[in-house]
């Protein structure tokens, strides 16, 4: 079974199997699905956490997963941290560490999170907000990792080649980029850097893994 990965724009995703749907960081949804059997929401800043794009995927019974401020904010209750799992039906989503190192945008402390989602045996893991960090390199088995590569608050498209090449994925999607800070020319630059194919969505468009 293949799994399908839309990305919306800046840090926005679906991934779904064709069964089950999580949503990451739903932000600025074109429309309003209600198809959500989970949304992982890694921190707490207007640009990955809405509560308004949070209620358009969500439909009855849908999990909201995010560190505790974030949940907080959303009025959820399924609070996570860095090195905890969660499984909803046939997703396991597995909490791991996002972060600046030399900034201050993202600090450690606030114990926010990217995460690896497994669903119909493919391992994809969206970095979250982070610079190159030690935990990336303790990955495994990565099928797809989504990188931020718009700089500024995150990792450069040079820093996201190096992220790649420690996370040892198969092959990468580039986001962060195209709204708010960073431009394509940014997620090509990665794309020509980085050790693995790298797969430049358009806002809408998906890839199948």
């Given at each position: 079974?293949?799994?399908?990965?839309?990305?919306?724009?800046?840090?926005?995703?679906?991934?779904?199997?064709?069964?089950?749907v999580i949503y990451i960081d739903p932000w600025k949804l074109p429309r309003a699905p209600h198809d959500a059997d989970a949304?992982?929401?890694?921190?707490?800043?207007?640009?990955?956490?809405?509560?308004?794009?949070?209620?358009?995927?969500?439909?009855?019974?849908?999990?909201?997963?995010?560190?505790?401020?974030?949940?907080?904010?959303?009025?959820?209750?399924?609070?996570?941290?860095?090195?905890?799992?969660?499984?909803?039906?046939?997703?396991?989503?597995?909490?791991?560490?996002?972060?600046?190192?030399?900034?201050?945008?993202?600090?450690?402390?606030?114990?926010?999170?990217?995460?690896?989602?497994?669903?119909?045996?493919?391992?994809?893991?969206?970095a979250g907000d982070t610079d190159v960090i030690p935990q990336m390199s303790n990955l495994k088995d990565v099928d797809v990792?989504?990188?931020?590569?718009?700089?500024?608050?995150?990792?450069?498209?040079?820093?996201?080649?190096t992220a790649a090449k420690a996370i040892g994925c198969r092959a990468a999607i580039p986001y962060h980029w195209g709204d708010?800070?960073?431009?394509?020319?940014?997620?090509?630059?990665?794309?020509?850097?980085?050790?693995?194919?790298?797969?430049?969505?358009?806002?809408?468009?998906?890839?199948?893994?």
């Amino acid at each position: 079974m293949s799994v399908e990965i839309q990305w919306f724009g800046h840090a926005s995703f679906r991934i779904s199997d064709g069964k089950n749907v999580i949503y990451i960081d739903p932000w600025k949804l074109p429309r309003a699905p209600h198809d959500a059997d989970a949304i992982f929401v890694s921190h707490s800043h207007y640009d990955h956490c809405s509560k308004l794009d949070v209620a358009k995927a969500s439909k009855d019974g849908t999990v909201v997963i995010a560190p505790a401020d974030t949940i907080q904010k959303l009025g959820a209750t399924n609070a996570i941290t860095p090195g905890e799992s969660f499984p909803i039906e046939d997703i396991l989503v597995e909490a791991v560490a996002a972060y600046n190192i030399g900034k201050t945008f993202h600090p450690r402390g606030h114990n926010w999170c990217g995460a690896v989602i497994t669903l119909a045996g493919r391992r994809i893991y969206y970095a979250g907000d982070t610079d190159v960090i030690p935990q990336m390199s303790n990955l495994k088995d990565v099928d797809v990792a989504l990188l931020p590569v718009g700089g500024t608050y995150t990792m450069s498209p040079q820093e996201a080649a190096t992220a790649a090449k420690a996370i040892g994925c198969r092959a990468a999607i580039p986001y962060h980029w195209g709204d708010i800070v960073g431009s394509e020319e940014d997620a090509q630059a990665f794309a020509q850097a980085a050790p693995c194919p790298v797969h430049v969505l358009q806002p809408g468009e998906t890839l199948r893994v």
